[in-house]
């Protein structure tokens, strides 16, 4: 792809859209970068595009988004908002961020899909393929911008990279060596017009480009994505929980097993992946699939899922104080990441629940809540909601601060308990991403003890 003396429009300013443009400017392209929020909610970013040397506009989009010869969308910027719309209409290509990095990359892409499980599949994956003696690099979803590090790759190497629903919405040629699909729950149905269809589309499209050369690895348990019928020319494996395998991995008694054509290629024990809870044994299946299609050792594999410590704000456990445990989960921005996360304990949980709303059902969780949680609180702009679903079957108290949520669980709770951050929400309300929310979940609990 040939970028020079290209103009090229960029929408959105912050992590992907920013290193859009640096890869545009460094390919002899002329980027312009624009942004629909005011100055001052960027500034950061701003700050970083003006040093670059690279030209930007915010609070608008002007009609100078138009004068190029190809736009680069960010994932954060809606495929039906009306810059977009009237991009279409003036038949301008369109690219996501992700598609277009992928049209640089010399090394090969591992990419990892799902409503859940993606972060921590994702590092798991950079960290067995590194720790066993190869080169991969986290990107996408997760650490850097995938368009941040792709020309750093060389043709041996690996990009583990984490792939959101909305990075795929413009996906035309991207073909990754293997692509995984973990799960689909209903999540970010206000972006997908309420429609679970729409969404699981989205994410059935990473898949679509992929070569006879190529690996397609799917979770055979899921009932939403075996209700699609999966078209594609790549080698397709699975994992499951549940059922034996012909052609994938499984767990048999106290081992998983990985078999090609009926024969056992890899064998390790449950007790060999680190991390707790049925999800992540689901999730190590995936990267063991991955790890014995790249050739990676069956001792290196499993040495590396016995050393892996999780990934932060995804059940991180912070501290315990006076008996009772605190654990932050804030990377759980849906109800289903809260259904495993309440199955991951059998100590009563205090947990807190809220935030921005994504057309959010709780029923899904309603019998793990009345089993296992002795008191909500409720927090954020969908704090009433909460009050409102479950207050019939729980206590439920409305704060109006993290800080007033943790130091309110203080007082409640007794030795033995755990107090949860597992909010199922979005956290743009009161924060400026999930990390952000759960770092002040974790400074709440060590003020605890000042």
């Given at each position: ?9 960029i ?8 290193a ?6 460094t ?5 312009l970068?624009?942004d629909?929020?005011e ?14 040397g690279i030209?930007?506009e ?5 009609e ?12 954060g910027?809606?495929s ?16 996501g961020?992700l ?9 090969k892409?591992?990419a990892?899909?799902?409503t859940?499980?993606?972060?921590t599949?994702?590092?798991?994956m ?19 911008a995938?368009s941040e590090?792709?020309l750093d ?12 629903s ?29 429609s679970?269809e729409n969404?699981?589309q989205?994410k059935l ?5 992929q ?36 052609n ?21 024990g449950?007790?060999?992946?680190s ?12 990267v ?6 790249i050739?990676?050792?069956q ?20 501290k315990?104080?006076?008996g009772?445990?605190y ?5 759980a ?23 921005q ?11 793990l809540v009345?089993?296992?949680v002795k008191k909500?609180?409720?927090i ?13 079957i729980?206590?439920?108290e409305?704060k109006?601060?993290?800080?007033a ?6 007082q ?8 949860l ?7 743009f ?5 999930y ?6 979940f ?9």
């Amino acid at each position: 792809m040939d970028l020079q003396n290209k103009k090229i429009t960029i929408l959105g300013a912050e992590r992907s859209g920013r290193a859009a443009a640096m890869l545009v400017k460094t390919l002899g392209g002329f980027p312009l970068v624009s942004d629909h929020a005011e100055e001052k909610k960027i500034e950061k970013s701003l700050a970083i595009l003006k040093a670059a040397g690279i030209p930007f506009e915010a609070g608008q989009h002007s009609e100078k988004v138009f004068d190029c010869d190809f736009i680069i969308i960010s994932p954060g910027v809606p495929s039906a908002s009306k810059v977009v719309l009237q991009a279409k209409e003036k038949n301008i290509p369109i690219l996501g961020e992700l598609e277009f990095a992928s049209r640089f990359c010399l090394g090969k892409i591992i990419a990892i899909t799902g409503t859940n499980g993606k972060t921590t599949t994702t590092s798991l994956m950079h960290h067995v393929i590194n720790l066993s003696g190869r080169k991969s690099y986290a990107a996408g979803n997760i650490g850097s911008a995938f368009s941040e590090i792709v020309l750093d790759v060389k043709e041996d190497e690996f990009v583990s990279l984490e792939v959101s629903s909305f990075q795929l919405d413009f996906n035309e040629k991207f073909n990754p060596f293997i692509s995984m699909i973990l799960n689909i729950t209903p999540d970010h149905m206000n972006r997908y017009d309420h429609s679970l269809e729409n969404y699981a589309q989205a994410k059935l499209s990473i898949f679509k480009n992929q070569s006879g050369e190529q690996i397609f690895i799917k979770n055979a348990d899921d009932e939403i994505l075996n209700k699609f019928q999966l078209e594609t020319n790549a080698a397709v494996k699975e994992f499951s929980l549940t059922k034996e395998l012909q052609n994938g991995a499984f767990v048999s008694g106290e081992k998983i097993i990985y078999n090609e054509n009926g024969k056992a290629l890899f064998t390790c024990g449950i007790n060999d992946i680190s991390l707790p809870g049925e999800h992540n044994r689901a999730n190590a299946m995936a990267v063991i699939i991955a790890a014995n299609c790249i050739g990676l050792p069956q001792e290196k594999i499993i040495e590396e899922l016995r050393s892996f410590q999780g990934v932060e704000h995804r059940l991180e456990f912070v501290k315990e104080i006076n008996g009772v445990k605190y654990v932050n989960d804030s990377k759980a921005t849906n109800v289903d990441s809260v259904w495993y996360a309440l199955r991951s304990f059998n100590e009563p949980l205090f947990l807190i629940l809220g935030g921005q709303d994504k057309g959010n059902d709780y029923e899904q969780i309603k019998k793990l809540v009345e089993k296992k949680v002795k008191k909500i609180y409720a927090i954020g702009s969908s704090a009433e909601l909460v009050f409102k679903f479950f207050h019939a079957i729980v206590k439920v108290e409305i704060k109006d601060s993290m800080e007033a949520c943790v130091k309110a669980a203080n007082q409640d709770t007794r030795e033995g308990d755990i107090v949860l951050l597992s909010p199922a929400c979005a956290s743009f309300d009161m924060f400026e991403n999930y990390e952000h929310r759960g770092q002040v979940f974790k400074q709440a609990v060590e003020d605890l003890q000042k």
